[in-house]
């Protein structure tokens, strides 16, 4: 009866410790939410369009989170908190410092002022979703693959990115607008209209080829920054602080997945020059240095919009659907890792920003 009782005690305590944490709530419930209207949809709307109606009622508990959380989690929200104190003197793009001095101008905090950006975004991606042939996949994968990181991680990259995607699926001939307004924001947005505008071209082989260059020079760069002479310490101490960030492993299994939904895409319509340029950066993040996943994020997400915008994923749809939600499990387990490490990363809720 003892050993009973010890045993009985045992597994209650182990039942404890597995437990889900009280500050995880709010992540389950906004990922719970958007994953209960998606089976609907996904159940019900068969191939038609959806209504703006359900675009937003799918994205919202998703704008909820953003705008609620928005200044408060994520490995970034002490250094924007500190660019936003310094708004007037510290140099950043031109377009996000006028932002930062005006909503500072009109009395708001870093806080407001990052809820400001997530409603931006959010009217941005509705924007893009209404515009898309399959907007139910596309929500689905960049739930899992870019949302935590894309709402409270990478602010300007990701506003800049959905200026991008907005005008390309709506004004898809705006190219001085969208150069300017996204440039203005961050300066990766040359990168990612680059990309846009090979990605078009009529000569695919030579824009395949420029791109696995690119790729190459990125990895030479990398590796021998002291090719760079003057310029090399300066690039060694950003990469040096990336990559204090970015944990280094032998295998990044979600690379893999997302690598899988590219190649679906491209077997259901997809542009090969995104699938080639994706794949060589998977190989990149393997060989070099984990901080190259940011381009690797730009150019995944160039693909799904493109793909989304002109395409619907039919063939093997619930193995990309299946994946896909993988992948939002494995983005839940950053708060998840996060809290059981302390909040060192601020995704905790419970944790000094996050509350």
């Known amino acids: 009866m003892r050993?009973?009782?010890?045993?009985?005690?045992?597994?209650?305590q182990g039942l404890d410790e597995i437990s889900v944490p009280t500050h995880m709530t709010p992540y389950l419930f906004v990922f719970a939410a958007f994953m209960a209207m998606f089976l609907t949809l996904e159940a019900t709307a068969g191939r038609r369009a959806l209504t703006r109606t359900e675009c937003w009622m799918l994205l919202l508990p998703l704008a909820i989170f953003a705008i609620a959380y928005a200044g408060?989690?994520?490995?970034?929200?002490?250094?924007?908190?500190?660019?936003?104190?310094?708004?007037?003197?510290?140099?950043?793009?031109?377009?996000?410092?006028?932002?930062?001095?005006?909503?500072?101008?009109?009395?708001?905090?870093?806080?407001?002022?990052?809820?400001?950006?997530?409603l931006m975004?959010?009217?941005?991606?509705?924007?893009?979703?209404?515009?898309?042939?399959?907007?139910?996949?596309?929500?689905?994968?960049?739930?899992?693959?870019?949302?935590?990181?894309?709402?409270?991680?990478?602010?300007?990259?990701?506003?800049?990115?959905?200026?991008?995607?907005?005008?390309?699926?709506?004004?898809?001939r705006a190219g001085l607008l969208a150069l300017l307004s996204s440039t203005a924001i961050h300066y990766s947005s040359?990168?990612?209209?680059?990309?846009?505008?090979?990605?078009?071209?009529?000569?695919?082989?030579?824009?395949?080829?420029?791109?696995v260059a690119a790729g190459c020079a990125i990895a030479l760069v990398w590796l021998k920054t002291d090719w760079l002479g003057a310029a090399?310490?300066?690039?060694?101490?950003?990469?040096?602080?990336?990559?204090?960030?970015?944990?280094?492993?032998?295998?990044?299994?979600?690379?893999?997945?997302?690598?899988?939904?590219?190649?679906?895409?491209y077997n259901n319509g997809g542009?090969?020059?995104?699938?080639?340029?994706?794949?060589?950066?998977?190989?990149?993040?393997?060989?070099?240095?984990?901080?190259?996943?940011?381009?690797?994020?730009l150019v995944l997400f160039l693909m799904l919009m493109d793909f989304c915008a002109n395409h619907r994923l039919v063939r093997r749809r619930m193995l990309a659907i299946g994946v896909s939600c993988v992948l939002v499990l494995s983005s839940l387990m950053i708060p998840w890792s996060d809290c059981q490490n302390g909040g060192e990363a601020n995704w905790c809720l419970s944790g000094p920003n996050g509350r």
Request: hydrophobic content about 50%.
């Open 3 to 12: 050993r009973a009782r010890a045993f009985r005690l045992g597994s209650c």
């Open 190 to 211: 040359l990168l990612s209209l680059s990309l846009v505008r090979l990605s078009l071209s009529r000569r695919q082989k030579l824009a395949t080829g420029l791109v």
């Open 72 to 118: 408060r989690i994520g490995t970034d929200v002490e250094n924007y908190a500190r660019l936003f104190d310094l708004a007037e003197g510290f140099p950043l793009e031109p377009g996000f410092s006028i932002l930062m001095i005006g909503a500072k101008a009109i009395g708001l905090d870093y806080v407001d002022f990052t809820r400001l950006l997530a």
């Open 232 to 265: 090399a310490e300066g690039l060694s101490g950003y990469t040096g602080y990336l990559e204090q960030q970015y944990e280094s492993k032998a295998v990044y299994p979600a690379l893999l997945l997302k690598l899988c939904v590219a190649w679906l895409m």
């Open 121 to 172: 975004e959010m009217l941005l991606l509705l924007s893009i979703v209404t515009r898309l042939r399959d907007p139910l996949f596309f929500l689905l994968f960049y739930l899992g693959s870019f949302y935590l990181n894309f709402q409270f991680n990478a602010i300007r990259n990701s506003l800049a990115l959905l200026i991008v995607a907005a005008l390309y699926v709506r004004l898809p």
């Open 271 to 297: 542009r090969r020059f995104y699938l080639t340029a994706y794949a060589m950066l998977v190989v990149l993040i393997h060989a070099v240095s984990p901080v190259l996943s940011r381009l690797g994020d």
